[in-house]
């Protein structure tokens, strides 16, 4: 009998964890594709600025075909 109820008492804690994990794994889904995002994104974007902020004149090329 105490087999039984030590193997129930496993299984809830196992459903509890479970239940946890799958409310925070959004979230930290969530974070971590924002940290990503960030990090990729922000350089390209300062590259972008002041590539532009250059004021650089554009040639541009006909091809005669």
Same mark, same amino acid.
């Given at each position: 009998?105490?087999?039984?109820?030590?193997?129930?008492?496993? !299984?809830?804690?196992?459903?509890?964890?479970?239940? !946890?994990?799958?409310?925070?794994? #959004?979230?930290?889904? &969530? &974070?971590?594709? &924002?940290? &990503?995002?960030?990090?990729?994104?922000? #350089?390209?974007?300062?590259?972008?600025?002041?590539?532009?902020?250059?004021?650089? #004149?554009?040639?541009?090329?006909?091809?005669?075909?």
């Amino acid at each position: 009998m105490a087999a039984v109820e030590a193997k129930k008492a496993s !299984v809830d804690t196992q459903k509890a964890k479970s239940t !946890v994990w799958t409310t925070v794994k #959004p979230f930290l889904n &969530g &974070g971590l594709s &924002g940290m &990503g995002a960030t990090c990729v994104i922000q #350089p390209v974007d300062m590259i972008k600025v002041r590539k532009s902020s250059l004021n650089i #004149p554009v040639v541009v090329v006909e091809r005669c075909y």
